[in-house]
């Protein structure tokens, strides 16, 4: 039954997803995507996205943090500060769900208790489903994340012994992450709860494929979803065995590229969240997207959440990115991959 209900949440999501690509991008009516964000945010509640750290211990080799380029551009090096978070709450009380993690560690920010405490206080439900890798984690922590009910982590995990997980994972430890896992069960059922729900993110490399089925049973064991994934950057240790991927890991193709092929639409698409979950800096710079490090839209703890997501530039982007106005190199978008890919898309489909 758990496994069929994360099926339909899945299945929910990428339509969900598809539905976003659609109507912004190929029918082009923006107002329509508003109204059914505003119908969400009323029901629902408003989502949003805050990295609570950008700094990050590990060195994995084809990461932008590691390589030190968000440590030198927008995104910097740093924590959420409690305060900040805590006046961001305070005066948006629509707010009811937040993505804390982004491009660093959320357990490396000092202030990371204060700020789950504070949220299951005013009713807001966190999440890491961009990943956590989960090398650090005090009890105090593992207790916060269970008494104040932090609703899902997802744990980069790409191997199942340390010898496969150290090879993209530099500086990360297997063990440590194993330990801090049973750490979390043991406050669960400490207190009695289900919360966080816990998933395995497992990147498929070439160097992990032979692992795949060792990490499902162990996820199954912890107590963990399993979710593998198709690995961002193809000429980086790219799969060996591709019949065996496509079957062992479920998802019945071994590559993006592939999964583009097969099912016409984008393997993920992160434009959709200026719309339905914009991502706010750790200092409070307005990102948009939890792919932009080329610019920001403004500063949400200077000029509050509300006028910096009407700003001019920030309407200007949402424009740009749905085709009504043309591409402007002030515009932090117009740098990004994803932006040339669809005003390619664009231009071919005009025959141009
Ligand atoms: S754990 Fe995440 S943020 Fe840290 S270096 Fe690895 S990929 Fe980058
Ligand atoms: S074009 Fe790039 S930066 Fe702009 S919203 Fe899309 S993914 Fe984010």
Redesign the pocket.
Known sequence: MIKQIRTWQIAAKKAGSALGHMVLLEWRVPHLYDAAVGVKDRILGRSIRVEACSMCQLRCQKCSTAKGINRDGVVGWGSLPFESYRRLLDENPEIRLVELSNWGEIFLNPEIVDIIRYSHRKGVRLKAGNGVNLNLLTEQMAEALVRYGFHHLSVSLDGASQQTYHEYRRRGSFEKVIRNIGRINKYKRRLGSALPKLSWQFVIFGHNEHEILLARHMAEELGMTFRPKLNHSPHYSPVRDVERVRRESGLAVASRDEFVARTHRPYSF??T??WDSPQINWDGKLL??C??K?GDFGNVFEEGLVPALKGWKYTY?KGM?TGTRPPDPEI??FH?K??QK?QRLRSERRGG
């Open positions: 992160a434009c969240q200026m948009g997207c792919v932009n080329f982007a990115l932090p978008c990004c994803v932006f669809i």
